[in-house]
């Protein structure tokens, strides 16, 4: 046998880890090869802790747009499936939305960050977001080899909807309720649900919902594990404009102060604020990360430093 291939490898796994461009560089494994053991070594704990459990994902932003990014997203999403974690994808219709609009000649309206929602605008809400961008999700997941499954709010009375606010939004829907029980069956037989936040009123009226607001939703009726949601930027900033003023880890009140005091706004306080109700409500974690980052889904879960905002009901709580 030669040099290059030991009939046993040497070194513990933590010592693998600690090899590349180190001191402890071992002669019999080159830096490179001492990288992938130390990462699929690394991964090992965190898919023994959350194989089985429910990792819902809010998927938007970049990560959707992007052709690179997609496909990382996807083949993270696959991986997670692959080694027995419950993965459930909610989805919202970023720019595809404003495209059909501006050629169906319709203006899209917002007010205070929200899309105002009318009747003609929210037919055209629900045809993207359930029949198109739904199904390129579901298609790019089966293309590496998940089992998805595209379902909208109104499938197995999923979501339902209630008018957002005051109303003045239109169409545009807050989460009434939620009832998980059509995704039980498919997570048991290892299908991969792919949700659209498009969710039906008591009458039937189909409304428009932050995804986010759902997958948090979500992610309490299910009891999930985690919360991860895809955004872009790296996360809750102390300084909007500082990327470097990320804030790692968050409890509760801390959370709930920067919403008060206004360090979180715009499109980040839907986002903080469904973290919040998904952690007072039993999930484990809530994690803002950054999509543009490739990958950034593996290595949130499976890696120990993380990215991006984590937060949970105690501030110094890793994982
Ligand atoms: P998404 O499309 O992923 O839902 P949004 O645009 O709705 O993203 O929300 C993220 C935006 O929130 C950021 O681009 C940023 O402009 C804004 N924001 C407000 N406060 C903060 C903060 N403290 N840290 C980071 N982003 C913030
Ligand atoms: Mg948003």
């Not at 649900?193 to 009123?201: E, F, G, L, M, R």
Request: glycine share 12%; proline share 6%.
């Amino acid at each position: 046998m030669s040099p290059e291939f030991p009939a046993t490898p040497s070194g513990s796994p933590d010592s693998i880890a600690s090899a590349p461009g180190s001191a402890d560089t071992d002669p019999l494994i080159s830096d490179a090869d001492a990288l992938r053991v130390a990462v699929l070594s690394e991964a090992l704990p965190y898919i023994q802790r959350f194989a089985g459990r429910r990792v819902v994902v809010k998927y938007g932003g970049a990560a959707m747009v992007r052709h690179d990014l997609r496909e990382a997203v996807f083949r993270d999403l696959a991986l997670l499936a692959c080694v027995g974690v419950q993965p459930v994808v909610v989805h919202g219709g970023g720019p595809e939305i404003n495209q059909w609009l501006s050629r169906l000649a319709i203006e899209p309206r917002f007010h205070e960050g929200l899309r105002i929602t009318d009747d003609a605008t929210m037919e055209i809400v629900e045809m993207v977001l359930v029949g198109r961008v739904n199904k390129q999700i579901v298609n790019g997941l089966q293309l590496v080899g998940a089992r998805a499954v595209g379902l909208a709010g109104c499938d197995g009375g999923l979501v339902r909807a209630r008018r957002f606010g005051d109303g003045s939004h239109g169409l545009v829907g807050d989460v009434a309720g939620v009832d998980p029980s059509v995704l039980t069956p498919l997570l048991e037989a290892g299908y991969l649900p792919v949700i659209s936040s498009v969710a039906p009123d008591a009458s039937g009226q189909a409304h428009n919902i932050n995804a986010d607001t759902v997958a948090g939703e979500l992610a309490a009726a299910l009891q999930a594990e985690k919360l991860v949601l895809l955004t872009d930027t790296p996360g809750i900033l102390r300084d909007r404009q500082d990327p470097a003023s990320l804030i790692r880890h968050l409890g509760l009140a801390q959370a709930r102060e920067l919403i008060e005091t206004g360090i979180v706004a715009g499109g980040m306080t839907p986002k903080t604020e469904c973290c919040i109700r998904a952690l007072a409500q039993g999930v484990r974690a809530a994690h803002i990360v950054d999509g543009r980052v490739p990958h950034s889904l593996l290595l949130e879960v499976f890696t120990d430093a993380g990215i991006g905002t984590m937060l949970s009901g105690s501030p110094r709580v890793s994982g």
